[in-house]
């Protein structure tokens, strides 16, 4: 009886633990929505600036990403105060709330003098991007450390949802808070998100991490440097195949972040607010999209479920085109709609796909080329995106014309992806691994 006491205790002290790891998870995704969703809308309509710089500062987080392997190094060798993890959480949370604080102000000087803004929106928004990283890799691996091999899956999946489904939250509450539009309520909304963010942070924080010397170390997962990676992808011709998919996959599908909410206000005179709103339609269908992947988990195979998301993903960047044509803002919510759909079957269906393209005792490797071709993808598809837009807007004058090659050139590269998969034999690739969970699936997904 004393045991199953113990036992009980101690699940729930880890569910405690699942919900505080979230929270720090929720806080720093609070951080990236106002200045993906919200702030990339005012500076490309209301501040006419270019979308190029635009997509330049909100990827930062990406362009700094290869950084977080030396962060997770270091804080294994320094903690502070016995803590390794904790403290480097805490200061990327900080950085995070410093850049959202100051990146509506440093996008109105922009505008206003935009030398003198430029360098401080660098500034800006390098700090956000830094403490992106710092907090990101840090609360990971304390996650991997608290959590058993067995319940390690479940954690970080149940970070995710509770993530996803913040960024739901944040998106319709700053749609609020900025009704009607000034840059008073903008600043006044950013403000707001980051003394939340902080709030749910600091609790999260609470004696969740054990001193240095009570934790137990998990094992140390494989290292290998970008060289190993390129060579095992590259000598392989299934596996450079299924690389080079995932990399138009991807940055056709995360590469609109930047440009949808801007592309609804030049399209349908959208508001702040509405167009604010685009993010949380799109986030409650890429978790509806999800669970559906999950019912579908072995009754249909992979390639048809991840198809499917691609093909969704390609309709949906076809139906935002035709609603921009037609100026029809019911057809453009049928769009995000497929698109959040086809983003959530894709990504945990290609996800899925990966595993089949591992080695026995190559699985980090292979995991890290996921993680590559996902901060990667994100990097440029933005920027391509941005810099599509800003030389068809100069080069026939209209506004609308950018933002919808970019769609175009979008879907003709989901087209091109959903053709490759058509073509990628997973029984030519040789070796495999044990098959993941559908929760593990999703937890990497998250990663």
Not at 181 to 192: H, K, S
Not at 223 to 231: D, P, T
């Amino acid at each position: 009886m004393f045991l199953l006491y113990l036992i009980h205790f101690a699940r729930e002290i880890m569910f405690l633990k699942r919900l505080q790891l979230g929270l720090i998870h929720v806080a720093v995704a609070m951080t990236l929505v106002p200045i993906n969703s919200t702030l990339n809308r005012v500076m490309i309509k209301e501040l006419s600036l270019s979308a190029t710089l635009v997509a330049i500062l909100a990827s930062l987080p990406y362009l700094f990403a290869p950084i977080q392997v030396a962060i997770g190094s270091y804080s294994d060798r320094h903690p502070i105060f016995g803590l390794r993890r904790t403290p480097y959480i805490l200061a990327g949370l900080i950085l995070c709330v410093i850049g959202v604080i100051v990146s509506p102000q440093v996008a109105f000087l922009m505008a206003e003098n935009f030398p003198l803004g430029l360098v401080a929106g660098i500034f800006a928004f390098g700090i956000w991007g830094m403490g992106y990283n710092l907090s990101a890799v840090s609360y990971l691996s304390l996650a991997s450390e608290l959590s058993d091999e067995d319940g390690r899956g479940l954690t970080i999946a149940t970070m995710w949802f509770m993530m996803i489904v913040s960024i739901i939250v944040t998106a319709i509450g700053l749609s609020r808070m900025v009704d009607p539009y000034t840059p008073e309520a903008l600043i006044r909304a950013f403000g707001y998100v980051a003394a939340s963010a902080l709030t749910l942070g600091l609790i999260g924080l609470i004696r969740l991490e054990p001193r240095s010397s009570s934790l137990t170390l998990s094992p140390q997962s494989e290292n290998y440097s970008f060289k190993q990676m390129s060579a095992a992808i590259v000598s392989n011709p299934a596996a450079r195949t299924f690389f080079i998919y995932l990399l138009l996959l991807l940055a056709a599908i995360l590469g609109q972040d930047v440009l949808l909410e801007p592309f609804g206000a030049e399209a349908f005179n959208m508001s702040v607010t509405q167009t604010t709103r685009i993010t949380s339609i799109w986030g409650s269908f890429v978790l509806l999209a999800i669970l559906i992947a999950g019912f579908l988990e072995g009754r249909v195979a992979k390639k048809a479920v991840a198809q499917a998301g691609n093909i969704g993903a390609l309709l949906g960047f076809i139906v935002i085109v035709v609603s921009g044509l037609t100026s029809s803002t019911a057809i453009f919510y049928s769009g995000v709609t497929l698109l959040g759909l086809g983003t959530g079957l894709s990504t945990v269906a290609n996800l899925s796909l990966m595993f089949d393209f591992t080695m026995p005792g190559m699985v980090g490797l292979y995991i890290g080329a996921w993680g590559f071709s996902n901060a990667l993808s994100r990097l440029t598809g933005s920027i391509l995106g941005g810099v599509v837009r800003d030389v068809v807007n100069q080069a026939t004058g209209q506004a609308l014309s950018g933002y919808l090659v970019v769609f175009i050139i979008e879907a003709l590269m989901l087209l091109i992806a959903a053709i490759m998969l058509t073509r990628i034999d997973i029984h030519k690739f040789q070796g495999s691994v044990e098959e993941p969970s559908f929760v593990e699936k999703v937890a990497l997904a998250a990663e």
